[in-house]
C-alpha cells in the first residue's frame, strides 16, 4: 500500500517544497492549508496528479483526514514578522490548538509526526552558535513572542505528546531558509533586499547592520527534515548552514549580485530582534550524517534569478492584507 503523508501549511514557501519531495520519493501526499500566507500557485502542477490531494483547512480547528496516515509534517504557521506582527492571534493558535490537533491526529491513526519549530526559541541568544540544549532567551510579552512563544509551546506539546502518549515525534528547528517560492516581500532581510535591488530601491538594514543570520539553501533544508523524519531520535535538531555573515555585508553581496548600485540605509532596529543566528549543527552531522552542501553563492543565484523570472507586478505587490 501506498504511503500517504500529510503535509500542513502546504502551499506555504517550506511545506510546497516537501509536498514535491514526497511526490518524487513515491507517497501519496495530502496537502492542507488555511491559504491566509500560502499560495496555491507554489503548488499548482501537483493537482493533477492522482497521488496529490489538498485540503483548504485551518488545522486550529478539528482535522478530519480519512484513510490511513503513515507520517505528518506539520509546517502551518506565519513565519515571517510581516505575518505574525498583522496575525498575532492565529499565530498562537496553530503553534498551540493547530499542533495539538495534529499530534491528536497522529496518536488516532498511529502516524510519526515532524513538527517545524525554529531558530527563534533561542530568542536573541546569550549562546553562540546555538546548540539545542540552550534554553534560549525569549521576551514572551514583546512582539516576536507570539510567534517564539508559540513555537516554545509547540515543542512542549509534542514532547508531553511523546512521552505520556507515546507518539513518534521528530522536532526540526529550522534557520533562516531561502530559495525558490519564497514570497518576494514578505519582510525578511533576503527577499527583501533582491527586491529593493530589482526595483532600484536603497537596501534598508535595521541597526547597524552587524547582526548576523545564518543562510541555508531549501535543498539542503529539506533534505535534512527528510532523514530526521526517518531517525530514531526525538529530541530537537538543529537545521541549518551555520555560515555566518553579518546583514551589512549581506546586503552587499545582494548588490554585487545583482550589478546595481544602490545605497545601503540604516533604520532603528526592531524590538527583540536577535543580534546572532548561527545553528551549531553538531547533532544533525552526527545523528543524520547531514550538512549543507549549496554555497551562499550558489544559492543565491538560483534565487535571484527566480525572483527576476516573476512578473514585474510581483515585485510592486505589497504584502498581503490578513482578515483580523
Not at 174 to 201: C, H, S, V
Amino acid at each position: 500500500m501506498k504511503k500517504r503523508i500529510l503535509i500542513t501549511g502546504a502551499a506555504g514557501f517550506l511545506g510546497s517544497h516537501l509536498c514535491y519531495r514526497f511526490i518524487k520519493e513515491g507517497y501519496h501526499v495530502i496537502g492542507m492549508d488555511n491559504l491566509i500566507t500560502g499560495d496555491l500557485k507554489n503548488i499548482e502542477s501537483l493537482f493533477a496528479l492522482e497521488q496529490f490531494e489538498f485540503y483548504h483547512h485551518d488545522i486550529s480547528k478539528f482535522i478530519h483526514v480519512p484513510g490511513h496516515i503513515d507520517y505528518i509534517l506539520h509546517f502551518a504557521s506565519p513565519a515571517s514578522p510581516i505575518d505574525y506582527l498583522k496575525i498575532p492571534i492565529q499565530t498562537l493558535k496553530v503553534g498551540s490548538l493547530g499542533t495539538h490537533n495534529c499530534l491528536g491526529l497522529a496518536k488516532a491513526k498511529g502516524a510519526r509526526i515532524l513538527v517545524a519549530s525554529t531558530s527563534e526559541v533561542y530568542g536573541d541568544p546569550l549562546v553562540h552558535p546555538q546548540t539545542e540544549d540552550y534554553w534560549g532567551n525569549v521576551n514572551p510579552v514583546g512582539p516576536r513572542g507570539v510567534y517564539d512563544e508559540a513555537k516554545r509551546f509547540q515543542e512542549a506539546i509534542t514532547m508531553a505528546y511523546h512521552t505520556f502518549h507515546g507518539v513518534e515525534t521528530r522536532i526540526v528547528r529550522i534557520f533562516n531558509t531561502y530559495g525558490p517560492r519564497m514570497r518576494l516581500n514578505d519582510g525578511r532581510a533576503l527577499p527583501a533586499f533582491i527586491g529593493q535591488a530589482l526595483r532600484g530601491e536603497d537596501l534598508t538594514v535595521f541597526g547597524d547592520g552587524s547582526q548576523t543570520r545564518s543562510f541555508c539553501y531549501v535543498d539542503d533544508l529539506i533534505e535534512g527534515i527528510y532523514r530526521l523524519l526517518y531517525s530514531d531520535y526525538a529530541q530537537p535538531v538543529n537545521i541549518g548552514n551555520p555560515d555566518e555573515i553579518s546583514l551589512r555585508d549581506f546586503a552587499e553581496e545582494i548588490i554585487k549580485l545583482t550589478g546595481t548600485h544602490q545605497k545601503i540605509v540604516y533604520k532603528p532596529l526592531p524590538t527583540d530582534d536577535p543580534k546572532q543566528r548561527q545553528p551549531d549543527i553538531s547533532r544533525a552531522k552526527k545523528i543524520l550524517e547531514w550538512e549543507p552542501k549549496v554555497s551562499r553563492a550558489e544559492g543565491l543565484k538560483i534565487t535571484y534569478n527566480y525572483f527576476k523570472s516573476l512578473p514585474k507586478e510581483e515585485l510592486y505587490k505589497l504584502p498581503k492584507e490578513f482578515k483580523k
